[in-house]
């Protein structure tokens, strides 16, 4: 099966503590990204990564990070959670960098207590 | 930095009837992204157009650049089309900024 993978499907944690989430793609797409819908279900990107460049959303804080250990794996660490960081994350890749035809995964929901 | 707008905000129609969904962007931008997102949430591409007329299936997307905006034209509506329809405008080696969504409901 060839799709975009993303675990855990919902997580739980306080304020203050390091948590990760991963995504995997087996599109064989060279790009990868990461959004954040806040609950009143506005997108933002926060991240696009190839193997040549990282774009970083300049408004996402620095407690966010991406990790990608090659181009089918794009996953994300916040090292202390906030409140605010309560959201869906969602993962999509790409074949290409200009971002045609992204295919995204089913999501990371984070609840921050 | 880029703004989006898209409207309406809401819109209800009957099986059948068309759609037309309308986003302006505040620069000038070279990728335009029309998304879907459904009812239970998940989100899938559907049509890249940074300029001209573009068709897949019963979608038409017409993007004038240079009067910075774009529309999303859905012929003969379906219920399986009601969910959320996002807009999203960048330039390649930057960020796409998302609109605030159309939400359709498409009524048997």
């Known amino acids: 099966e060839t799709a975009v993978f993303q675990t855990p499907n919902y997580h739980v944690t306080q304020v203050g503590n390091e948590v990760s989430f991963n995504c995997k793609q087996t599109?064989?797409?060279?790009?990868m990204y990461w959004y954040k819908q806040d609950s009143k279900k506005l997108l933002k990107i926060m991240f696009s990564y190839n193997n040549k460049q990282l774009i970083v959303n300049e408004t996402v804080p620095r407690r966010f990070s991406p990790q990608s250990s090659d181009k089918a794996h794009l996953n994300l660490r916040i090292k202390s959670v906030e409140p605010e960081d309560s959201a869906v994350y969602l993962c999509?890749?790409?074949?290409?960098?200009?971002?045609?035809?992204?295919?995204f995964g089913p999501g990371t929901r984070l609840l921050v207590l | 930095g880029q703004q989006v707008q898209q409207s309406p905000a809401s819109l209800v129609l009957q099986e059948g009837e068309n759609a037309e969904l309308q986003c302006n962007f505040s620069?000038?931008?070279?990728?335009l992204q029309w998304f879907y997102q459904s009812p239970g949430g998940s989100l899938v591409s559907l049509l890249s157009n940074p300029s001209g007329t573009k068709h897949t299936g019963r979608l038409t997307s017409t993007t004038v650049t240079k009067e910075r905006r774009s529309s999303l034209h859905i012929s003969s509506s379906q219920t399986t089309d009601s969910g959320t329809y996002l807009c999203a405008s960048g330039n390649s080696g930057t960020y796409q900024r998302f609109g605030t969504g159309t939400k359709l409901q498409v009524v048997p």
């Open positions: 999509a890749s790409s074949f290409d960098w200009d971002q045609d035809t992204q295919y």
């Open positions: 620069s000038t931008a070279t990728q």
């Open positions: 599109l064989g797409h060279d790009t």
